[in-house]
């Protein structure tokens, strides 16, 4: 069992790696290649920053329909380093917080009659699994790109005890560290 959660651990974390990477290839491969019309387009939406903490909100909440690298990118055109990190430092809050939302929502729907008839159907197994490997799931999700909303309503729904969820989904705010740092570093390499 042990031996299955390092594994379980360790292709995750490749996998968020490989992720990262992928994003600093694009960012500066848009850096060099883009068309800047195209980007003064997308400006009015740019400097509206309500709007851009908005839509990441709306993002979050529909199971992180737009990864949050796209929202950290988008704080980088601050270029003053108190007001990135101000700007990431909101984006992981709401991030954590859409997290917890998540939890609850999760743990409220798993007392209908729709997820109790699925989980006898076809969940059974599901409940005890997220029982073992919860916390690492929780990590895998709060580091990576594994959508955190999403898990976060099935760690609710399996009714994980929400204190320890809660703590280790503050492993959210390392992501966010971390990316920020990888891009503001790359900001200025390229």
């Known amino acids: ?13 490749l996998k968020g790696l490989a992720w990262l990477g992928l994003f600093v290839i694009l960012y500066i491969l848009s850096k060099k290649y883009i068309d800047f019309n195209f980007i003064k387009w997308l400006e009015p939406i740019y400097a509206n920053t309500i709007l851009m903490y908005t839509i990441f909100l709306v993002s979050e909440i529909i199971v992180g329909i737009i990864p ?28 954590y917080l859409t997290g917890l939302l998540g939890y609850l929502i999760g743990h409220y729907l798993s007392r209908s009659l729709f997820y109790r008839f699925m989980k006898r159907k076809f969940l059974k197994k599901l409940d005890s699994r997220l029982q073992i490997f919860g916390m690492y799931l929780i990590l895998i999700a709060a580091l990576t790109p594994v959508p955190f909303s999403g898990t976060s309503m099935l760690i609710g729904s399996v009714n994980y005890p929400f204190k320890r969820f809660s703590f280790l989904a503050l492993t959210r705010f390392l992501r966010f560290v971390i990316y920020a740092l990888v891009f503001w570093e790359l900001g200025f390499i390229s």
């Open 68 to 95: 949050p690298e796209v929202f950290i990118i988008w704080a980088l055109r601050s270029e003053d380093i108190q007001t990135f990190a101000i700007m990431v430092s909101i984006l992981a809050v709401i991030s």
């Open 1 to 13: 069992m042990r031996k299955a959660k390092i594994q379980y651990i360790i292709r995750n974390i």
